[in-house]
């Protein structure tokens, strides 16, 4: 079991980790979740005593990692895919490896079979591909059948048949009751791995909890409903019917509805009541991406922005604003996650100069007071018929985000 | 000792929600030993041999010393070595191989620095001195082996080729020789954990042994400063090595040259302790 205490770690003027405190059980594989340079690899660091916390504590079975009597038997790790010298081959870095606590020579061929590395037992690191590079990593991390896993991305660069495999891995050394600890940016991957999840964002701690509470935490189930198509009035009626009953709609852009707060049946029943047809009834279940990055937007250190190429352009008349070509789905609210159901789904500050997004349904009528950023005047040439999408096919994209900058952001994470 | 109990646990436990009960934990069926120095020697032993810069870095201080060593003992005739011992052709070879001891020195624990293996390294061995002096061993037992081997073969084929011209011991220049430039190396392989980077750690360990056989012609020209290059000049490392092959032997074998390194070596070594205890990997 791994015990953090208020673990903090300040790099002169930056705190990289600040008050951390979780446990990680046995028998259940945690998945370690945070954007780029949250502290996820800092506290993996602290953890293995490589750093040295500059507050509290963590400890491994009760022990600090430097005082184990014998750390490879205990605790398995894999960092760093690259912490390698590139010019011994494969065999004789496990070996060295596991001289250094005792582990018989035949060890090494045992986890070189493992993780399939045996045909290139003898080859240079130097020449190992990512993929080849994690085998290696989990090979050291096997080495001693530690009790306790800790690996940091472990599926970077592994094929289709190599995240299989360590998904597979990390559940059955799981399952024979051994505490695994595996940090990863694949949402899809440890929603499919992970029983539990720590989130970690600027260094804090936001979440420590199941699989399925997160996700229920922090994104909305909500049901699409549609109307025919041909009879806008119904569309209206059946709004003013769920809105009367307590449930919360927001027309989506092809003409279907978003309900929240209503269970199926009672659509179905209201629907019934108010005499409308339905073409489609659908529940929509978050993932954990979208529970993710609703509970992460805050906290992403670095976003990509729109590659605007104008240092490639010939300079604009001044005053002029260059037309701009969003690509569909980049930086639309909605893309990614619909808003929080209730108060204290946002539980940090959302970042400076954007209130947080309101509350599902929020009277945030399009284009109140804040402008489209896609509607801005831009004064198209001509020539430009490229596919800007016009302002009006955008019913949804203010309410959820009122104030959204016009430079299109996203969470670098939303690849 | 594999499942450690829990100790911790009373404390007031900080993580929430947890929605089960701990699940039992995994015990290895294979006996858990405690580790001791003798397993980190293994490991840097395989790590030494298993590199291609420790074969190309003696291999070519080999070539050096036997290659200049055996010119020098086909340059001279018997009369030469009335005065100084049979090992002296030696010495010139050692002074360009003495680089060769101090790359090795630097690379064998900055080359895991660089490459980020020592991330590994301390996590497989948390006791960092344990590493450091394994390192520190296996390297001086290597350096001074090979370096003694290339010095007496010198001797002996110097003393074959011109036999008979003096009795003079040379078994001791041997072993002082091998000494000091093993030394170097270990000094090199203190300055390469401290500075964590080859070229930082190979340019400053150059420095040291060059600028002191270069800077006291210029403070020579000072008169305060003559002392401080007379010093200099005494115990700069060609001038050390000169002195233990007793090309000039009015002033000892090099023994006080040999005790001054001792001595920085073993600052150096301590520094490199304190700072590796210290310091994030």
Redesign the interface.
Known sequence: MIEAVGLTKRYGDKTAVYNLSFQVRPGSVTGFLGPNGSGKSTTMRMILGLDNPSAGQVTIGGYSYRKLPNAPRQVGALLDAKAVHGGRHARNHLLCLAQLSGIPARRVDEVLGVVGLQDVAKKRSKGFSLGMGQRLGIAAALLGDPQVLLFDEPVNGLDPEGILWVRNLMKSLAAEGRTVFVSSHLMSEMAVTADHLIVIGRGQLLADMSVRDFISHNSADFARVRTPGTDPAQREKLTAALTEAGGQVLPEQDGALRVTGLPLPRISDLAHDADVRLWELSPHQASLEEAYMRMTQGAVDYRSTTDQRAGLQQQLPPGAVPPQMPVPGQGQPGWYAPPPPQQGGQPFAMPQGQPPAGPYGAPGVPGAGEPNPYAQPAQPAPAQSAPAQPAPVQPSAAPAQPSAAPDLTKPEDAR | ?????????Q?A????????A?????????P????HLG??L???W??IK????TMWTLGVFLLLVVGIGLLVAAQTNDNDYADVPYTIPAFFGLILGQICLITLGVLVVS??YG?????????????RHR?LTAKLLIFFVVAFVVSALAIGFVGLVTSGMHGGASDNEWGGTVLKGALYVSLLGVLALAVGSMLRHSAGAITAMLGLVLVPAILPAFLMMSESLRTVGDKMMDYNAPNALAKIFEIDSENGGGTSQLVLLIGVTAAAIAGAYVLLE?R??
């Open positions: 000792m594999s499942t450690p109990q829990p100790q911790t646990h404390q436990a900080p993580a929430p929600n947890w929605q089960s701990p699940g039992t934990s995994y015990t290895s069926p294979i858990v030993t405690r580790t397993h980190a293994t490991s840097e395989t790590k298993s590199v291609r810069s080359s895991e490459t980020g293996m020592i991330r590994t390294t301390f996590t497989a061995s948390p006791q590493v210290r994030d990997v």
